[in-house]
Every structure is written in structure tokens, then in C-alpha cells.
């Protein structure tokens, strides 16, 4: 997560899509493709419009993580066992 850890504010929905589906990608080592009216985006675009536009100009990628983490469910599956 290191080629442009802030995004400005205020920006587009085709910025923040492209952040989650670079950040979602390297979270799960898959690369993955986002479509720009999946509600997740949206929520988060207006989240982050909502909460952080008038305090500040950027947001920084471990801030969008979060976000990410709040749309999307994640399940650690590595080293778990199934017990029967």
C-alpha cells in the first residue's frame, strides 16, 4: 500500500473504487475488479465524504482498510482445521 498512501478529498467514486480494489487485492492476493455501482463503494464514498471532508483533505489507506472492513466480510481460513 505504498504507491499513494493519502487520497484528496473531495474525490470520485472511480478514486475510492480503484483504492478498495487495489487494497482488497493485496488483502487477499487475488486481483479483483470492482463494479462502480456496488453498494460497498457507494457507502464508502459517502462515508468518507460525510465524516472527513469538512475536517480534512485527505485520507490515508489504512482509514479506507477500515472502511473496507466494515462493507466487506472477511474469514480467516488459513491454518484453520475442521474438527469433526
Do not use: Q, W
Amino acid at each position: 500500500m505504498n504507491m499513494n498512501p493519502r487520497i484528496e478529498l473531495p474525490c470520485r467514486i472511480d478514486t475510492i473504487k480503484a483504492r478498495v480494489e487495489k487494497i482488497l487485492s493485496e488483502l487477499m492476493r487475488v486481483e479483483i475488479n470492482l463494479d462502480r455501482n456496488d453498494l460497498r463503494i457507494i457507502s464508502i464514498h459517502e462515508d468518507i465524504h460525510r465524516e472527513h471532508n469538512s475536517k480534512r483533505s485527505r485520507i490515508s489507506d489504512e482509514e479506507i482498510t477500515e472502511y473496507i472492513k466494515k462493507y466487506y466480510r472477511f474469514r480467516a481460513v488459513v491454518g484453520e482445521a475442521e474438527t469433526s
